[in-house]
């Protein structure tokens, strides 16, 4: 999520300082979020909102938000509608902004997904995919995003391919320049 809010942040060129956060948002998430944007000249509102309402959320986005931050289902367990979903991403992207979307993977099984309802960045935690930690199995986040914004991504993007013999293999298929040679640059020095 705080690697989401740096995208938006670089998609803005820097010209957008607020970050609306939803209240019901993990609270690890938003402590995240904080920590990442230490020192950056960000103002981050909409922890005191009503739990739910999401109308209160998009009354605090104007013309100086980078994003706005939601997780469906929230921290609480409420799943909000597509259309309630939509209605937020329209008043988003209205004002400039971009929606980002938290989710549980395991969940878009059954729900819309949030490209659907325009979320612009999506993000999540993809453990509830693979084995429990204690069983050695993976903690891997995932992070998605439209096409036209991939180059604004943190870190690099890595695809899986199959090499000469057959066999599975994965590359490097996009890193910007600023990565290697300009790292001051950069967007992030994560790796994805």
């Known amino acids: 999520v705080a690697e989401a809010v740096i995208m938006a942040l670089q998609i803005s060129r820097g010209k957008r300082c607020k970050v609306v956060l939803s209240p019901t948002l993990h609270p690890q998430y938003r402590e995240v979020v904080r920590t990442y944007t230490q020192g950056m000249c960000i103002q981050v509102i909409g922890e005191d909102a009503p739990l739910g309402d999401l109308g209160a959320l998009a009354a605090q986005v104007d013309k100086e938000t980078a994003c706005v931050i939601v997780q469906n289902p929230d ?8 259309a309630e979903m939509q209605a937020l ?3 988003a992207h209205a004002a400039g902004a971009q929606l980002v979307v938290s989710v549980d993977p395991i969940s878009l099984g059954l729900f819309t997904p949030p490209g659907e309802y325009g979320a612009d960045i999506v993000t999540g935690e993809g453990q509830p995919m693979g084995n429990a930690v204690s069983f050695g199995g993976p903690y ?12 604004k991504s943190a870190g690099r993007i890595v695809g899986q391919t199959v090499d000469i013999d057959g066999k599975r293999g994965f590359v490097l298929t996009l890193s910007t320049r600023e990565q290697h040679i ?4 950069a967007s992030s020095n994560i790796c994805s």
């Open 182 to 185: 300009r790292r001051e640059k």
């Open 75 to 82: 921290f609480l367990g409420r799943l909000y509608t597509p």
């Open 89 to 91: 991403a329209d008043q």
């Open 140 to 151: 891997v986040g995932f992070f998605a995003m439209k096409a036209d914004d991939v180059r």
